[in-house]
């Protein structure tokens, strides 16, 4: 069974400070992986989309990188600002389950200081 | 504007009575699905459907029932059924073509059952 974690829960920075957000799976036959933002009592605004034949995609100050032979995926936050403070989650699309289901990890909360 | 609603924002009932759930999108998406998510944990899937009436079970469907009778909408009703109703209720679409299935989630719903 696909299992998704992410490490650390928490994480908290100075303003500036380039980060990175880790994820790792279980099973390496997905179809993608997608990163997600959290703001409290909000829904989910998809960050970027890896495709499993994509190694790496970038919007902006954020690039998020697969190696799906090791079940890893990282999200990299350049300059971080306060703005950045949410919950970030993963979720990776399973080969062999019904189509366009996700299964996600728990997330990490970023707390980024002034 | 494209996108999906989810009405109410909070939601406030008491035990043993039945609930339901709005969520409509305008993005001509043809799957759309429902999640539950507690404090501290992954989204995880009640239901999803891919084409008007039709759709299927997720991992916690127990005490839950969904409709798909228009493309644009999803509603989900909480039973009585539900052991522990009390969640952030979250829905989501996408779109079958294109093989990405990215999904978009709508603002998301607070059920408070006492």
């Known amino acids: 069974k696909q299992e998704v974690t992410q490490i650390p829960a928490a994480l908290s920075v100075p303003e500036g400070e380039n980060l990175v957000l880790n994820c790792s799976f279980t099973?390496?036959?997905?179809?993608?992986l997608q990163w997600f933002r959290q703001d409290p009592g909000k829904g989910l605004t998809s960050l970027l989309l890896i495709q499993s034949s994509q190694r790496e995609q970038t919007s902006g100050r954020l690039n998020a990188s697969l190696d799906k032979s090791s079940g890893r995926s990282t999200l990299y936050i350049a300059a971080s600002q306060p703005g950045d403070s949410a919950t970030y989650l993963c979720?990776?699309?399973?080969?062999?389950?019904?189509?366009?289901?996700?299964?996600f990890g728990k997330g990490t909360k970023l707390s980024v200081k002034p | 504007d494209g996108g999906i609603t989810q009405s109410p924002k909070y939601l406030f009932r008491k035990e043993g009575q039945n609930v339901t759930l709005s969520c409509e999108q305008n993005?001509?998406?043809?799957?759309m699905y429902w999640y539950r998510q507690d404090p501290g944990q992954g989204l995880r899937l009640i239901y999803y459907s891919q084409i008007v009436n039709d759709f299927q079970k997720g991992d916690i469907a127990e005490g839950y029932s969904v409709s798909r009778e228009k493309k644009e909408s999803f509603p989900l009703t909480v039973t009585s059924a539900q052991k522990n109703p009390t969640a952030f209720y979250l829905c989501a679409s996408s779109a079958l073509a294109g093989g990405t299935y990215e999904q978009y989630f709508g603002p998301g719903t607070r059920l408070t059952v006492t």
């Open positions: 979720a990776v699309r399973p080969k062999g389950g019904s189509q366009g289901n996700l299964i």
């Open positions: 099973d390496s036959a997905i179809y993608n």
């Open positions: 993005l001509n998406h043809d799957a």
